[in-house]
């Protein structure tokens, strides 16, 4: 059974929204932090946006300042991603990690030594 489990991805237009959702096997309180990265095509994953679970501190990329927002519902287990004003440069796969230590500044900074990652949501924005 896969410990985190992505959906919502899609194809949008620009200016679209979407919102991604990230199933979590088991109780958030698990993890430190839990983030999302975007894969463009041709590059590597580099960090979205990142929630701590002790006080709900938030971390976002440059790019996504403004736009999106990364929230939680702990009694569902649920950590969620809401894209707004999309652009063609977020397309690509987006993964949901988790890290049992790190804080979401560490997290969110690299794609190394997570405790888990989902298997990824394609997000396509063209016109």
């Known amino acids: 059974q896969e410990d985190l489990v992505e959906s919502g991805g899609g194809l949008v237009q620009p200016g679209g929204s979407l919102r991604l959702s990230c199933a979590v096997n088991g109780p958030l309180s698990h993890y430190e932090s839990i983030g999302w990265f975007h894969q463009a095509p041709g590059r590597g994953r580099e960090g979205v946006a990142c929630i701590s679970h002790a006080d709900g501190g938030t971390v976002y990329a440059d790019s996504a300042k403004g736009r999106f927002a990364i929230t939680r519902d702990d009694a569902r287990n649920l950590v969620f991603l809401q894209m707004n004003d999309l652009k063609p440069e977020d397309t690509g796969v987006y993964y949901c990690?988790?890290?049992?230590?790190?804080?979401?500044?560490?997290?969110?900074?690299?794609?190394?030594?997570?405790?888990?990652w989902g298997q990824g949501t394609q997000v396509t924005v063209t016109s």
């Open positions: 990690t988790a890290d049992r230590i790190s804080p979401p500044e560490a997290m969110c900074s690299t794609d190394h030594d997570h405790d888990s």
